[in-house]
């Protein structure tokens, strides 16, 4: 399933993207997956909590695959 995300401003953290969108239930848990090397973004292994992520970046976490979007864009799930 992809999971699209509106990002508002110029862009979100890493780890507060794995905390909104459900895949980690808690920022702890997000650095503690983030910090075993369990999070792709753009296809590599990002070991950056608090990286900076914007629109037009993929993050893959767990079986799913996060796309972010400008808010101007369309948010849906499929």
Do not use: N, W
């Not at 980690?24 to 296809?43: L, N, R, W």
């Amino acid at each position: 399933m992809t999971i699209i995300v509106k990002v508002r401003g110029d862009f979100i953290q890493l780890d507060q993207l794995l905390k909104t969108t459900g895949l980690c239930h808690s920022g702890g848990y997000a650095h503690a997956q983030i910090e075993a090397g369990k999070v792709q973004v753009d296809g590599r292994v990002e070991s950056r909590k608090r990286a900076k992520l914007r629109p037009g970046q993929t993050v893959s976490y767990g079986g799913e695959t996060v796309e972010l979007v400008a808010a101007g864009g369309l948010a849906c799930q499929s």
